[in-house]
T-cell receptor, first 112, second 110 residues
Framework: NAGVTQTPKFQVLKTGQSMTLQCAQDMNHNSMYWYRQDPGMGLRLIYYSASEGTTDKGEVPNGYNVSRLNKREFSLRLESAAPSQTSVYFC???????????FGSGTRLTVV | GENVEQHPSTLSVQEGDSAVIKCTYS??????FPWYKQELGKRPQLIIDIRSNVGEKKDQRIAVTLNKTAKHFSLHITETQPEDSAVYFC?????????FGAGTTVTVRA
């Protein structure tokens, strides 16, 4: 039972490049989330999917897009990376609204 | 949306002493308050949580208290040990998504 799996673990991008962060969960959770973590700012919600087929903006959605591919998978796309998007990105899932969050291991992204 | 403030940002305690971290929230409708521990380079992991119909919850050396009237909740760690050194985050929600505090870096001195 892997829980929440994120790929890749590390990535370096040049400004203007695009990439997709992948997230998959095997716990049959309904809700999935993408957060970014920056020093001194905690975890800030980028986008979330309350259930399969729905996605909504979080606190800091600008520059990102998401796709809830199916119940298991929720991807985050950076269309044109900027240095301000250098961060650690965490995917999470939960069964019942906000409770029992399980986080992935994170993706450390550097944009140069 | 929900706004969660967390204090202090750093906390250094002597091994064996207690540590207290405090959080306030803005949305009176919030009804679920978890605490997460994050070790260096690792993912956040849930250590304890409390719901709005409970005032206090304890799990071994960790306890959480909630004051709904004042909209604040606190984490208490007793008899601290070196393995308690980590970043701790409080969070709050009344629906699907958690809003997190900025984190407290706890260092336990031997």
């Amino acid at each position: 039972n892997a829980g929440v799996t994120q790929t890749p673990k590390f990535q370096v991008l040049k400004t203007g490049q695009s990439m997709t962060l992948q997230c998959a969960q095997d716990m049959n959770h309904n809700s999935m989330y993408w957060y970014r973590q920056d020093p001194g700012m905690g975890l800030r919600l980028i986008y979330y999917s309350a259930s399969e087929g729905t996605t909504d903006k979080g606190e800091v959605p600008n520059g990102y897009n998401v796709s809830r591919l199916n119940k298991r998978e929720f991807s985050l796309r950076l269309e044109s990376a900027a240095p301000s998007q250098t961060s650690v990105y965490f995917c999470a899932s939960s069964q019942k609204g906000g409770t029992g969050y399980t986080f992935g291991s994170g993706t450390r992204l550097t944009v140069v | 949306g929900e706004n969660v403030e967390q204090h202090p940002s750093t906390l250094s305690v002597q091994e064996g002493d207690s540590a207290v971290i405090k959080c306030t929230y803005s949305d009176s409708a919030s009804n679920y308050f978890p605490w997460y521990k994050q070790e260096l380079g690792k993912r956040p992991q849930l250590i304890i949580d409390i719901r709005s119909n409970v005032g206090e919850k304890k799990d071994q050396r960790i306890a959480v208290t909630l004051n709904k009237t004042a909209k604040h909740f606190s984490l208490h760690i007793t008899e601290t040990q070196p393995e308690d050194s980590a970043v701790y985050f409080c969070a709050a929600t009344n629906d699907y998504k958690l809003s997190f505090g900025a984190g407290t870096t706890v260092t336990v001195r031997a």
